[in-house]
């Protein structure tokens, strides 16, 4: 998510959990949400943080995401659901915000392996502007950072576990990154997915929804109908709730298109209705079309008008 609406969800975050479907007859318990024997979704003060318990359990556990600030407490005393062994051997960052990557320095400083984009790691390394905020964001401490990078795909095995990890370019950030536990088919695709949130185009590393939809079409080929999708935040998807929401963003891009090449700006779009008719209230429309719109401008030179 932005740094925006991470503000504004962060002293209502405990709220914004939503509880959704059981899986396996299993009850959500202490804010963990079993998929499968061996994974669970944590509460992260209302970002999720996949926990994958191998076997043999001597791996340690691995995680995708670390939670949203203030979340610490809340998630390290969850993963004592994860018996003896809870001690975080590998920890994936699906991108940099600071909503996925608050707990960072817990694990780091305990001496889990962390895995990212190496855009990703950039972020955290340097300080950057934060224009809706006006100011700098500091340098994420060393412990904090990822320790692993990788630039197009990757994969290692945890345990009997083969899991498959690689970019999504331009979807969110410049550095977003599936995590696909292969033999559990469960795909972890940070803000690529918002079944709860707005979706979220942070422009300013690039993102668009050109690269959005890029990066949701290669999740659809990774999955099958009984794959389940992890978001950031939100409920667990199906892949046919995935599509749905895969399908929705192809008629934005295509109407957001059409106004940009009228010179209309986000106030022009929302009047026009750009976001009427898609069974989905936004939280903050002009947010997301100013986003959109920035995005398309920057990436003007891959679009070709004939084909949109
Ligand atoms: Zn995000």
Redesign the pocket.
Same mark, same amino acid.
């Given at each position: 998510? /932005?740094r925006r609406n991470f503000l504004k969800n962060a002293a209502g975050a405990l709220t914004l959990w939503a509880y959704p479907r059981r899986v396996n007859g299993q009850q959500d318990a202490g804010g963990v949400r079993r998929l499968t024997n061996n994974l669970a979704v944590v509460d992260g003060g209302g970002s999720n943080v996949l926990v994958f318990s191998p076997s043999p359990k001597d791996f340690g556990l691995v995680l995708v995401d670390s939670g949203a600030p203030n979340s610490g407490d809340q998630v390290l005393s969850a993963l004592k659901n994860f018996g003896s062994n809870s001690k975080v051997q590998i920890l994936f960052n699906t991108?940099h915000?600071i909503?996925?990557t608050a707990n960072n320095e817990v694990f780091g400083e305990a001496g889990a392996k962390i895995i990212a984009h190496e855009h990703t790691r950039q972020w955290m390394a340097t300080d950057y502007w934060i224009p809706d905020e006006d100011r700098y964001e500091k340098p994420r401490a060393k412990a904090a950072q990822p320790t692993e990078t990788f630039h197009t795909t990757g994969s290692l095995k945890a345990g009997t576990e083969q899991i498959d990890y690689g970019h999504l370019l331009l979807a969110?950030?410049d550095g977003d990154i599936y995590v696909f536990f292969k033999d559990s088919n469960v795909l972890a695709v940070? /803000?690529v997915a918002s079944p709860l949130r707005d979706p979220?185009l /942070?422009y300013f590393t690039g993102a668009w929804i050109g690269g959005r939809l890029d990066a949701m079409d290669t999740i659809l080929r990774l999955s099958n109908e009984q794959t389940w999708i992890v978001p950031?935040a939100g409920p667990v998807m199906t892949r046919a709730e995935f599509k749905a929401e895969r399908d929705m963003m192809e008629e934005i891009r295509s109407r957001v298109w059409k106004q940009v090449l009228q010179g209309d700006g986000p106030k022009d779009m929302l009047e026009a209705g750009v976001l009427n008719g898609l069974h989905r209230t936004w939280k903050d429309p002009y947010k997301f079309l100013y986003d959109a719109a920035k995005g398309m401008l920057a990436q003007h030179n891959k679009l070709d008008p004939s084909v949109v």
């Open positions: 998510m /932005d991108h915000h909503d996925q969110h950030t940070g /803000d979220a /942070d950031a």
